[in-house]
């Protein structure tokens, strides 16, 4: 902690520097607006005006050739919750969503729950790298999943350098790249999660059970499992609404053959100019991803709390 | 302590494995980094595996690729603008939502996180519908202000937790002492939220650097960044020659994640 004390003085009792926070208080009680609102205005230009106005959007029709016309429709909504491919296409993401969160939390219990035990002098080390990948770029981190996957890359062409194959597997422009591509690019988001939702998960509770006699099996079913879920269920909300999100992984590694309610948007506004349509299938993406995170929020705070 | 001894071999047993699960699944989770870094060195024409030689001609070939290299100029000129004014914004609305007390505090708090909460092709769409018919399109303004969302939210957030180590009585006692306001902000609250103040300037510098979403949907035909054209390179081939780029944007990266450890932790930041 920063101490700003000079020498030989003593530092004003709490009570003292409330009554002058007080005094000043009055003199400055405007000056917190002065602060605040440069960046609320920044955010009502860039976040607030964008958002109001694509949802004005969603209820004007789409002509061809991207011309709008100006109305007041529900038909933007009436056809992706009517359509069977819009219906297919959110089941997908859907599912996406629930695979890549499912095996995003597989691989990373064992690294949270190592980050959150280990006494290592290099656990601090440890755990920045852990995180680290979440401020590299994802198109960067895709890339090099394309590399490890593609039709020539590392995985096939080991096995078939070793024999074991003959024709390579095709692990990229589907389904199961895009999975494998998510698990890892969430990992950080998820180990984050966990270690924050392990609160009450303390190693002295695991020696009393063993001490106790509970064998290294059920130490961890009846102990640390229980004591760690609601770290797991966060980190798996968290991965969900992340995944059913995202855009730029199911482009790259799905190449062109995934569709996700993300691919789709993008579709609908670069190749056919259908801009209320568009933002429809955005108001209902955001509807979803607002109902798991005011689940997720609910969660961490009763964990914090 | 008859016991203790009794259990030993049982822990000895699950520990190695244990820990070489855990060696592995960091090995999954910089899978994709480490082998960029392979790939950006290796002499093979094409993509393929196992390498054949040592070269640095992808690094020498980066230079002449002016598509890469206008890309980093936009993307550098955004990044620098988004974090000094993200900063301007950020850091005076973290000192008014720590320093003062006010209605709907905790509503304005969440207001200023809230971007984050936000998938980024919906702000994108937005940004798209509403910049097309104010001419902002493909221009530098248009960049910036999508990525000044995407951004503040770090900024407050850093600072907010430089602020919430120390109490309001370093201030107080400056003030009691006949500090003027601007002196008091000068030589006490700024070294207080200095840490803050510093990793959020670099995260926000590095999320705008690296971001892809925005700039597409608002920039991709008149003014790509970095990451679109890697994005664009990309989608037609991933052959070796943008491995070296990717080196060079991991190596960013790198030093933004040795910066943000060094003054405030990067669990701390990101959480």
Known sequence: MTTLQAPGQTPLRPAEAGELEKATEKRNRRAYLALLIPGLLGLLVSFVFPLAYMVRMSFNRGAPDGVIEETFTFDTYIQPLTDPYYWKVTLDTFQMGVTVGVLCVLVSYPVALFLARSQSKYRSLLLAIAIAPLLTSAVVRTYGWMVILGTNGLVNSSLTGLGIIDTPLKLTNNMTGVTIGLVEIFMPYAILAMISGFGRLSPQLEEAAGSLGASKFNVFTRVTLPLSLPGILTAFLLVFVLSISTFITPRLLGGGSVQVLATEIYDQTTGLLNWPFAAALSVILLVLFGLIIAVYQRLTRKIGG | ?271
């Not at chain 2, 180590?165 to 006490?188: H, K, N, P, Q, Y």
């Not at chain 2, 491995?243 to 994640?257: E, G, K, M, R, Y």
Request: one cysteine or more; glycine letters at 6%; hydrophobic letters at 60%.
């Open chain 2, 1 to 271: 302590m008859n016991e203790a001894p009794l259990f030993k071999p049982r822990f000895n047993a699950a520990k190695p494995a244990f820990g070489i699960l855990v060696f592995l699944l960091y090995l999954f989770l910089l899978a994709p980094l480490l082998i960029v870094f392979v790939v950006s060195f290796a002499s093979n024409q094409y993509l393929s595996f196992p390498p054949e030689g040592f070269t640095l001609k992808w690094y020498g070939m980066l230079p002449q690729e002016s598509t890469f290299m206008n890309g980093m100029r936009v993307s550098l000129i955004v990044a620098v603008i988004v974090t000094v004014i993200v900063l301007a914004l950020g850091v005076p609305a973290a000192l008014a939502l720590d320093r003062y007390e006010f209605k709907a505090k905790g509503a304005v708090q969440s207001f200023f996180l809230s971007p984050l909460l936000i998938p980024s092709i919906v702000l994108a769409l937005g940004m798209v519908l509403l910049f097309g018919p104010l001419r902002l399109t493909n221009t530098y303004a248009g960049i910036i202000i999508g990525h000044v969302a995407i951004t503040i939210p770090f900024v407050i957030r850093t600072t907010l937790m430089s602020l919430a180590t120390t109490d309001t009585s370093c201030e107080a006692a400056a003030r009691i002492l006949g500090a003027d306001s601007w002196t008091v902000f000068r030589r006490v609250t700024l070294p207080i939220i200095q840490p803050g103040v510093i990793a959020g300037g670099v995260i926000a510098f590095i999320v705008s650097f690296d971001e892809a979403v925005i700039s597409l949907f608002v920039a991709e035909s008149g003014l790509p960044t970095l990451p679109v054209q890697v994005l664009r390179y990309v989608e037609n081939s991933a052959d070796a020659a943008v491995a070296a780029l990717s080196v060079i944007l991991i190596l960013i990266s790198l030093v933004v994640v040795v910066v943000v450890e060094r003054v405030m932790g990067l669990r701390k930041a990101l959480r």
